[in-house]
T-cell receptor, first 113, second 115 residues
Framework: KQEVTQIPAALSVPEGENLVLNCSFT??????LQWFRQDPGKGLTSLLL?????REQTSGRLNASLDKSSGRSTLYIAASQPGDSATYLC????????????FGKGTKLSVIP | EAGVAQSPRYKIIEKRQSVAFWCNPI?????LYWYQQILGQGPKLLIQ????????DSQLPKDRFSAERLKGVDSTLKIQPAKLEDSAVYLC?????????????FGPGTRLLVL
């Protein structure tokens, strides 16, 4: 059974700072790993999807890395902005042969102007 | 392209009452998921449909929860009778698989409060 853990649970940073969110998973036999963003009262928006054959994926100021051997992924946000304030969720499938997602509890990010 | 639609957006009921949620997935998406997200937690899968068939409902509390997707498009999730611990956001997602890669698209969710 896949278990996904995210640390820290909450993070507050001043605007402009670079930051890293951490995600660990127990079953490394995964097709991919995804990072989502969730704004209050809203659904989830997919930010980055890293295939198991990739080591990292970039979109604008976001960079996600994947290390299957250690069961870890990181989401790096460069030059943070107040609009980045949201909850960031990491999700991985429960092992090989499945696209179902097991989510972590998320990291609530607050970027202070 | 229209996104995943869900209704209602909010619902307040008393315990032991019944409630139903509706989801309209993105057109052409064969796979549909229902998730339950309790405050402070990540979403937890309740049930997965492929067209109008159930792929996995192992985490659905079948004594009170039911779901259907009769024509392989829209889906409804029902709770009968509701308990206090059912207070949560219920998220619907649909997905397509292209080139061995699946992307799930989420609706805005229905926020349920059971009093």
């Amino acid at each position: 059974k896949q278990e996904v853990t995210q640390i820290p649970a909450a993070l507050s940073v001043p605007e402009g700072e670079n930051l890293v969110l951490n995600c660990s998973f127990t079953d490394s036999a995964i097709y991919n790993l995804q990072w989502f963003r969730q704004d209050p009262g809203k659904g989830l928006t997919s930010l980055l999807l890293i295939q198991s054959s990739q080591r990292e994926q970039t979109s604008g100021r976001l960079n996600a890395s994947l290390d299957k051997s250690s069961g870890r992924s990181t989401l790096y946000i460069a030059a943070s902005q107040p609009g980045d304030s949201a909850t960031y969720l990491c999700a991985a499938p429960p092992g090989a042969g499945s696209y179902q997602l097991t989510f972590g509890k998320g990291t609530k990010l607050s970027v202070i102007p | 392209e229209a996104g995943v639609a869900q209704s209602p957006r909010y619902k307040i009921i008393e315990k032991r009452q019944s409630v139903a949620f509706w989801c309209n997935p993105i057109s052409g998406h064969a796979t549909l998921y229902w998730y339950q997200q309790i405050l402070g937690q990540g979403p937890k899968l309740l049930i997965q449909f492929q067209n109008n068939g159930v792929v996995d409902d192992s985490q659905l509390p079948k004594d009170r929860f039911s779901a259907e997707r009769l024509k392989g498009v829209d889906s409804t999730l029902k709770i009968q009778p509701a308990k206090l611990e059912d207070s949560a956001v219920y998220l619907c997602a649909s997905s397509s698989t292209a080139g061995g890669r699946e992307t799930q698209y989420f609706g805005p969710g229905t926020r349920l409060l059971v009093l």
